[in-house]
């Protein structure tokens, strides 16, 4: 159920929705399914998958329901993800041709650039950001580092006590600084490491 609403706030029902797209398929869904009795429980599960389908990695820590949502977007409309290097040629041609959709890659990108055209700040953080940025004429991508560098609320640091002020630039580095320590998998050292090292050194 959640995969057949998980690209409804892209149609032009939602054309006046300031929210995000993902939103207003998860809404609609969760509306829907209580509607027709479902527990509030499994409503909000399937809400929670659609309005997470689109964030990175996070839908794949979560309920498998959620997984699945994501899975199943990631492998039908980008060919990656779980499972996409184990589907049999014969299967993946079989699901096409039960389920033709001609020019499936130009009627995506045209459905992601008029879906949240009308919201642009809406796509901030999100893939329809990229999307925008290719096909919106005059539209200017958000910076989170220069969002940051132009907080109003410098000001206000700079008049906290001494030992309390948080300066943007020391924020920054701090996010830079774990951003490559995940990418190289860095392990933060303990006491614990420190002996091991000092004993592998010994032998």
């Known amino acids: 159920m959640g995969a057949l609403f998980h690209d409804l706030g892209l149609t032009e029902k939602f054309r006046?929705?300031?929210?995000?797209?993902e939103l207003d398929g998860a809404d609609e869904a969760r509306a829907f399914l209580t509607a027709r009795g479902i527990p509030a429980d499994r409503a909000h599960l399937v809400r929670e998958g659609l309005a997470l389908h689109t964030a990175q990695e996070i839908p794949h820590h979560m309920a498998p329901e959620v997984?699945?949502?994501?899975?199943?977007?990631?492998?039908?409309?980008?060919?990656?993800?779980?499972?996409?290097?184990?589907?049999?040629?014969?299967?993946?041609?079989?699901?096409?041709?039960?389920?033709?959709?001609?020019?499936?890659?130009?009627?995506?990108?045209?459905?992601?650039?008029?879906?949240?055209?009308?919201?642009?700040?809406?796509?901030f953080g999100n893939v329809k950001a990229d999307v925008l940025d290719r096909f919106e004429e005059g539209y200017t991508r958000p910076n989170f580092v220069r969002i940051i560098e132009e907080s109003p609320l410098a000001p206000i640091a700079s008049r906290s006590p001494p030992g309390a002020r948080f300066r943007r630039s020391e924020m920054l580095r701090a996010m830079d600084f774990a951003s490559r320590r995940r990418s190289c998998n860095v392990v933060p050292a303990t006491p614990t490491g420190k002996k091991n090292r000092r004993k592998a050194k010994r032998s």
């Open 67 to 123: 997984v699945l949502v994501t899975v199943d977007v990631e492998l039908d409309v980008l060919g990656v993800g779980i499972g996409h290097d184990t589907l049999l040629p014969e299967t993946r041609e079989a699901v096409i041709a039960a389920h033709p959709c001609s020019d499936f890659k130009r009627r995506t990108l045209h459905a992601f650039h008029t879906g949240p055209a009308h919201r642009p700040r809406a796509a």
């Open 16 to 21: 006046t929705s300031q929210q995000r797209s």
